[in-house]
């Protein structure tokens, strides 16, 4: 009895990728991937270069058709669902495309409210305050509210893309190289961000990065692409496995100055 009721209330996964692949032309880029994305936790995405790290990604949020597989997000399969049905589940997720991917004629606030516009019947009023909530749960001053992106710096622009990211109050949150172009000072400061919101919110997050900095930080797994099949597990595990390349990355000087940073606390 007790063993039949724990199998029956295990999670289901926020993300479910069941034989994904994608081909474009002559090249295979991910070939039969399996990956779950556990309800609540920071998932880290790395490979290397031309692994196909953003394309999973947008895969996963329906902006990719993969040449077969499938993937469920939030227990249900995007590309199977159309009209009112995907734009509520669209809803229940939030994206923070490269650079923050700001619509450039658009304030900042106005970035913000446009998703309001598009997925809510609320009043202006209610818009632009809302709006204005966000831009302090991404760290940015209420003057950046009426900004344009092009006045903003790098680290702004990304937590402006970050707050419209999180206007409709999402479940789960791709992040696309979010501390890319950053300096070390943005880049920690932001990774501080992103784990206080996951705890404060019950968020969870799928992080799309290079930086061995962040991965340490913030992640609570990591998942690695290489050979066009895809590895998971916590960094201790990964540091056990053979592959070339997994060692290379997670054991190169980059990776040991993280290692040494996260021990001593800083």
Known sequence: MTG?????????????VR???NRFGDILLHDGLDLDVRPGEVLGLVGSSGS?????????????????????????????????????????????????????????????????????GLAPAQIDRLARQKIDMAGLPQDAADR???????????????????????????????TAGLDPIG???????????????????FMVTHDINSLVAVTDRIAVLVDRKIRVGPLEELLKDPHPWIQAYFRGPRAQAAHSAAGSGH
């Open 4 to 16: 039949r009721a724990t199998a029956a209330e295990k999670p289901q996964p926020a993300v479910s």
């Open 19 to 21: 034989g994904l692949e």
């Open 52 to 120: 196909g790290k953003t394309v999973l990604m947008r895969s996963i949020i329906g902006l990719n058709r993969p040449s077969a597989g499938e993937v469920r997000v939030l227990g249900q399969a995007l590309a199977a669902l159309h009209g009112r049905a995907r734009k509520a589940l669209l809803a229940r997720i939030g994206v923070l495309f490269q650079n923050g991917a700001l619509f450039s004629g658009l304030t900042v606030a106005e970035n913000i409210a446009l998703v309001l516009k598009l997925h809510t």
């Open 148 to 178: 344009m992106p092009a006045q903003l710096s790098g680290g702004m622009r990304t937590r402006a893309g970050l707050a419209r990211a999180l206007a409709l109050d999402p479940e789960i949150v791709f992040l696309d190289e979010p």
């Open 187 to 205: 880049a920690a400061d932001f990774d501080r961000l992103i784990r206080e919101l996951q705890r404060s919110l019950g968020l969870t997050v």
